[in-house]
């Protein structure tokens, strides 16, 4: 079993910045990625970004590309996202999850879910 816990969520302005953490525990791999999700009310998960444990290689989907950042430290089993230049429209629930590749991770598809913390951005 892996757990994922995530902390860093909280309220930010519009034009600001959070950092995102999510530390596994457990039976953790290294041949593994992880990645970041978010699901705003009334709305489909969305795929935000990626990385491959292993070499640090990310993906990140279109509509974060320049603003987001994922890296992640092996030693303490932990992924961040940091997050700047927020809107609004960002607002979500924010999830990180655990899949054997960056492949599964980009359409949605992980073995491991978070409980997820609330970004709420004010205009």
């Known amino acids: 079993q892996v757990q994922l816990v995530e902390s860093g969520g909280g309220l930010a302005q519009a034009g600001g910045s959070l950092r995102l953490s999510c530390t596994a525990s457990?039976?953790?791999?290294?041949?593994?990625?992880m990645g970041w999700f978010r699901q705003a009310p009334e709305k489909a998960r969305e795929f935000l970004a990626a990385?491959?444990?292993?070499?640090?290689?990310?993906s990140y989907a279109d509509s974060v590309k320049g603003r987001f950042t994922i890296s992640r430290v092996v030693i303490n089993n932990t992924a961040y996202l940091q997050m700047n230049s927020l809107n609004p429209e960002d607002t979500a629930v924010y999830y990180c999850?655990?899949?054997?590749?960056?492949?599964?991770?980009?359409?949605?598809?992980?073995?491991?879910w978070g409980q997820g913390t609330q970004v709420t951005v004010s205009s």
């Open positions: 999850a655990r899949s054997p590749s960056m492949n599964s991770l980009r359409v949605g598809v992980s073995d491991y």
């Open positions: 457990g039976r953790t791999f290294s041949n593994t990625a």
């Open positions: 990385i491959s444990w292993s070499d640090g290689s990310t």
